[in-house]
């Protein structure tokens, strides 16, 4: 079942077509009335006309959050305020948040971009959403709010926290969809177990959107076979309009919509293109985004492209699950690590839970060290902590780290609910260094 079935069923040279004629368009357009563009261009000395196929795409440069930042908060705006409908922003860790505006096409844009999403995961009108991204200038909330709405679904929106009330609606709506941070969901199964709930048993949830942070396959796992339901990865960069992309029920990668994205892979460090499969930075080109055009946006975000037709019939092309973001990887000892790495590995371990924190330091001598503080599974709580086990433990965990990362960490193995919990994007790295 389609949700656009003429666009989401588009041969691959009719996609091409289409694309290239809303590429020429998009870049005239941010010619002509954006200043930001208009410069930008003309200091790289290319031209709208260069535009002929969509090879020359390439010969384009591309635009970063500093970009943004410089013109903080209306500045890359190519519509006059009275067309902007609506303003959001990123908070980012440093400096300046990022504002993006939209106009009423924008936001109608980014619904039917979500909405198709949802759908081809299976949301259906019957279902009850339960929307617990946070409402308000981050797009989590009311990304979704509209994209359920436009399917015919009922949407609770109950933004972020109070997680007790976050069960007693699920139970009392009969919520069927969830939709939240992965971490907050790990988080909220925790807490149902406490009060003696079960997600599988006591709800009719069926189904979960997960994403706005990184997140391994194996966390997916761990939430399905906790809550028994359908985990499904989410994605999207409030640049680019919010959460605009999903899973579809085959799991097997986030299908990008090519009617309204153009998307390529880069090197980071030289600004190279990548092929089919290798993994580099992601960056997104919005076909007919009007109050904020954004031209190969460089996400920051490591992942690969997949051109092969999924299993679902959709003519577009999908990538991997993120790997992380590229200024999030660090580096020890000469080996580049990113936190998904590591939570990968953790949880393939069944003695810790899925609670971890990687504690990042220098000492006088001016080396880095890592520190990886993970959560014990309570089931083996007494196992360890009672018989004065747990050192052993810890050299076990260090070992498999350094089996998968090349590197051996500091493992530090806690006590059942020692560590912060979420309920929106989870901080996983402490990074004293910086302090
Ligand atoms: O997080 C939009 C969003 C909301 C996506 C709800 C999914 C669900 P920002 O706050 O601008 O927007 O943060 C964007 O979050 O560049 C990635 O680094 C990260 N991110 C988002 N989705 C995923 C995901 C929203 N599925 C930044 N996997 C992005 C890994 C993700 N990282």
Redo the contacts with the bound molecule.
């Keep these: 079942m389609y949700w656009n079935p003429f666009i989401e069923k588009i041969s691959e040279k009719e996609l091409e077509e289409l694309q290239l004629r809303k590429l020429k368009q998009t870049v005239e357009v941010a010619y002509k009335y954006s200043p930001f563009y208009r410069e930008l261009y003309k200091r790289e000395k290319v031209d709208p006309s260069d535009i002929k196929s969509l090879e020359d795409l390439e010969k384009l440069p591309f635009v970063k959050k500093q970009d943004l930042r410089d013109n903080y908060p209306f500045g890359f705006f190519t519509v006059p305020l009275s067309q902007i409908v609506r303003l959001h922003a990123?908070s980012g860790t440093t400096g300046k948040p990022t504002v993006t505006g939209y106009t009423q096409a924008d936001l109608e844009l980014w619904t039917e971009s979500l909405a198709r999403g949802l759908f081809s995961a299976g949301v259906r009108s019957d279902d009850v959403m339960q929307v617990a991204?946070g409402y308000g200038l981050?797009?989590?909330g009311l990304?979704f709010h509209y994209a359920g709405e436009k399917i015919g679904a009922t949407i609770v929106p109950i933004s972020s926290g109070n997680t007790q009330r976050q069960l007693d609606l699920m139970r009392d709506f009969g919520s069927t969809v969830f939709t939240c941070t992965p971490s907050y969901m790990l988080y909220i199964t925790e807490f149902a177990e406490k009060i003696g709930l079960t997600i599988q048993d006591d709800t009719k949830l069926r189904m979960g959107f997960f994403?706005?942070?990184?997140?391994s396959e194996e966390t997916r796992r761990r939430i399905e076979d906790k809550t028994g339901i359908d985990a499904i990865?989410?994605?999207?960069?409030?640049?680019i309009g919010?959460?605009v992309v999903t899973e579809c029920q085959e799991k097997a990668g986030i299908h990008f919509w090519g009617d309204i994205y153009i998307i390529e892979t880069i090197n980071p460090e030289t600004g190279e293109r990548l092929g089919e499969g290798e993994k580099g930075e992601l960056v997104v080109t919005v076909l007919g985004k009007e109050g904020m055009p954004m031209i190969r946006w460089r996400?920051?975000?490591i992942t690969a492209i997949i051109w092969e037709k999924c299993a679902c019939g959709r003519n577009h092309p999908r990538i991997e699950?993120?790997v992380g973001?590229s200024d999030d990887m660090f580096v020890i000892r000469g080996v580049n690590v990113f936190p998904s790495q590591i939570e990968y590995a953790l949880m393939l371990l069944p003695e810790v839970a899925e609670h971890y924190q990687i504690v990042l330091e220098r000492d006088e001598a001016g080396v880095d060290t890592m520190t990886v503080q993970v959560e014990i599974n309570p089931a083996v709580k007494d196992q360890y902590f009672a018989q004065g086990k747990v050192g052993e433990l810890e050299k076990r965990v260090a070992e498999h780290l350094r089996n998968h990362l090349n590197v051996r960490p500091k493992v530090e193995v806690l006590e059942p609910e020692s560590l912060p919990r979420f309920e929106g994007k989870a901080k996983r790295v402490i990074d004293k260094r910086k302090l």
């Design positions: 990123s991204y981050f797009t989590g990304g994403g706005a942070e990184p997140w990865n989410v994605y999207g960069t409030s640049e919010g959460p996400t920051g975000d699950r993120i973001r």
